[in-house]
């Protein structure tokens, strides 16, 4: 059975260069696979914390480091991935089912994180036991 990690993706947005600095956007359905329903940014993240540490039920995420830059840890239990997010017109495309943590930001990090559904706390998968049993019911080897 297919894991929900196969369905990661990294994603590259428009970049319109100019001598002034450079210009990216977003549109929903054309550079993301859904409709945007909320918007949250991540900043100010102390030395050495890490942030993340969920998954998601319903769920859709694309994580975009606007500046610095920060490792986002995947896994679905059995298999783990690490991307390395440090260009503001590069994100990364997380489905439902997939763990995921945040590391290594440096100084400065912005993290822009858009969403396919608004905030519902029971979405959210926080204790790694329960995702594991949850995993084994939805995707079984």
Not at 10 to 28: C, M, Q, T, Y
Not at 92 to 108: A, C, K
Not at 109 to 122: G, M, P, Q, W
Request: hydrophobic residues 35%; aromatic residues 10%.
């Amino acid at each position: 059975m297919p894991s929900p990690l196969d369905n990661v993706r990294i994603l590259e947005f428009p970049k319109v260069s100019d001598p002034r600095g450079n210009l990216s956007f977003i549109e929903e359905a054309v550079h993301v696979p859904f409709a945007i329903k909320r918007v949250f940014y991540i900043y100010d993240v102390p030395g050495g914390a890490s942030r993340g540490g969920h998954a998601h039920r319903h769920n859709r995420q694309v994580l975009i480091c606007l500046s610095g830059s920060m490792d986002l840890h995947l896994t679905d239990g059995r298999q783990e991935r690490v991307i390395t997010l440090n260009r503001a017109n590069t994100g990364v495309l997380i489905p439902p089912g997939v763990w995921d943590s945040m590391h290594n930001f440096s100084s400065g990090t912005t993290l822009l994180v858009v969403c396919s559904e608004y905030y519902d706390e029971a979405d959210y998968i926080r204790d790694y036991s329960e995702y594991l049993e949850y995993m084994a019911r939805t995707c079984p080897t």
